[in-house]
């Protein structure tokens, strides 16, 4: 097997403000006539002192060559999914067809504009109603918003919807807590709190799944709603979610889907029909816009129909002949984004799934939870990985690999595997999550890998097990040794960011 091993190339790239020279510029105007230098003066003088630019001696003084060739280097020193395998645990880093990322990029995506009158946008709006149409369809719902940023912003939607609903019943000031397992994504309990609910932790059982005892001993009149994922984030499908929503429901609380794991079940089975009465979709997941790179996403939230009067206002509706915007929603949360949400990534999504249909869907689910288990298949054999909870269950769209006994028997970590990944061209699993599995490793290969792709997976962890046991632990402890970065120093990453040129030069000046 050719492992291809990575040599990234090392450019010992200057930051854009230290390129260039005083007065360059990437494109030069053809001077004003003195006509218009007169008209300028005059709106200049129109410009209200406090709304002129004092000094943009800060902005970068570059040409245009300068700004292309800088960023192509960077470019190189960097990995994405289009570089290679990318298994980032539960964020399903497939790849994304590039005609949606054209169909995204039409002028009449990027030229419209939100205060455009709403006959000239009847195209978008309709867009818009029937992406929300089949996105209902695929999750069992009755209504949808497609407001959201995110999945943590559906989550926070979806919350103050279980919130606003106990309010209306006048049960708000009793129902308070939101439950939520131990192996939830950190941002449902961050979202439940946000909202102002005390969020309850309960325990997985040893299959890890949903401990019933324990979410019975958590359920009282205090519940306000369930947050759960399905499959979960270990990538097991909860068997007992019947039992589940209707042990929250018969409680009084709601039961909330976090869609982020939607990949796997598409067009086969439906949250609605498990149970559930919220439903966040992460469109830049499952449909066609990457996860990560904190670019722009999409959130949007389906609910059951006794919820609908909550929805953030505007909803998309259609009376036969037009489409339009509805801001009369009786109990309606409000808005959670500027203007109807990300419209880009609702067209990916939308050209996305009109292109699969819902052969299609099922197809894509199917071949994320065969290449899921294909990988677990072989990778959990290999020496120095354990598959912890339910060895004996096939999983869904991932797993989570636990590298305990490589840490024990030779003192490499989670940490140096992944690292020394990158040495072959390798993006690293989501690492050290979820919290329940010791030195983990949560692999999501998806379903646009090939055999050979995830065949070189198998051979790069079989080498990095054969170096952690033949002696070569320090190779291991200081990889990455191919990749432009080397090793950073997390810890002070993380405590101390420097995020910005302007914060750099005050900490140059301290
Ligand atoms: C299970 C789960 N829930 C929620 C989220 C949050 O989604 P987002 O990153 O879009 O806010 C993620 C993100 O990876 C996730 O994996």
Redesign the pocket.
């Known amino acids: 097997m050719q492992l291809n091993e990575r040599h990234q190339v090392v450019w010992k790239e200057p930051l854009i403000f230290e390129l260039g020279a005083k007065g360059r510029r990437g494109h030069n105007y053809p001077s004003l006539t003195p006509e218009e230098n007169e008209k300028l003066q005059e709106v200049l003088q129109k410009i209200p002192e406090t709304m002129l630019r004092k000094d943009s001696s800060n902005l970068p003084e570059v040409s245009e060559v300068e700004v292309v060739r800088h960023y192509t280097r960077l470019s190189e020193t960097n990995y994405g999914v289009d570089s290679g395998f990318y298994p980032l645990?539960?964020?399903?880093m497939k790849y994304n067809p590039k005609i949606n990322e054209v169909l995204s990029q039409l002028p009449e995506v990027l030229e419209l504009h939100p205060y455009q009158p709403i006959e000239t946008v009847q195209g978008a709006l309709e867009l818009m109603y029937k992406l929300g149409e089949w996105l209902k369809e695929i999750a069992g719902m009755d209504a949808i918003t497609l407001q959201p940023?995110?999945?943590?912003?559906?989550?926070f939607t979806g919350v103050s919807i279980i919130k606003a609903y106990h309010e209306f019943k006048n049960e708000g000031d009793t129902r308070t807590e939101i439950i939520v397992p131990d192996s939830?994504?950190?941002?449902?309990p961050a979202s439940s709190s946000m909202a102002g609910f005390k969020t309850v932790v309960i325990p997985s059982n040893e299959e890890g799944c949903v401990d019933l005892e324990a979410l019975e001993a958590a359920l009282s009149e205090k519940t306000a709603g369930l947050m759960l994922?399905n499959p979960n984030?270990l990538g097991l499908f909860e068997k007992d979610i019947l039992k589940i929503a209707k042990m929250v429901h018969d409680a009084g609380g709601l039961v909330y889907y976090?869609?982020?794991?939607l990949n796997p079940i598409l067009g086969r089975i439906r949250p609605g029909d498990m149970g559930f009465d919220i439903v966040?979709f992460?469109l830049?997941?499952a449909f066609s816009t990457p996860?990560?790179g904190g670019g722009p996403?999409a959130?949007p939230v389906g609910v059951k129909d006794f919820l609908k009067d909550f929805l953030p206002v505007p909803t998309i509706e259609f009376d036969g002949e037009k489409y339009y915007f509805n801001y009369d929603v009786p109990h309606t949360i409000g808005k959670v984004h500027g203007f109807y949400g990300n419209f880009a990534i609702l067209v990916r999504a939308f050209a996305y799934i009109l292109r699969l249909g819902k052969e299609g869907l099922k197809m894509a689910s199917a071949l994320a939870t065969l290449n899921s288990n294909y990988l677990l298949h072989h990778a959990k054999n290999i020496k120095g990985f354990s598959l912890p909870y339910a060895p004996e269950r096939l999983r869904m769209h991932e797993f989570v690999l636990s590298a305990q006994p490589m840490l024990k028997d030779t003192g490499v970590s989670t940490l140096d595997i992944s690292k020394r990944m990158l040495d072959f061209g390798m993006h690293p699993p989501t690492i050290y999550f979820p919290l329940i599995v010791h030195e983990a490793l949560m692999i999501e290969p998806t379903e646009t890998e090939s055999k050979e792709e995830l065949d070189r997976f198998i051979a790069i962890l079989q080498k990095i097990s054969e170096e952690a046991y033949n002696g070569k632990t320090e190779l291991l402890h200081t990889a990455p040794h191919n990749t432009a970065v080397g090793r950073v120093d997390e810890v002070l990453a993380a405590r101390h960011p420097i995020l910005s040129y302007r914060m750099l030069k005050q900490k140059e000046k301290e």
């Not at 940023?149 to 989550?155: I, L, M, N, P, T």
């Not at 939830?184 to 449902?188: D, E, F, P, V």
């Open positions: 645990g539960s964020c399903t940023a995110a999945g943590a912003a559906g989550e939830a994504h950190g941002t449902n994922t984030t976090d869609g982020a794991n966040h992460n830049h997941k996860h990560g996403g959130g």
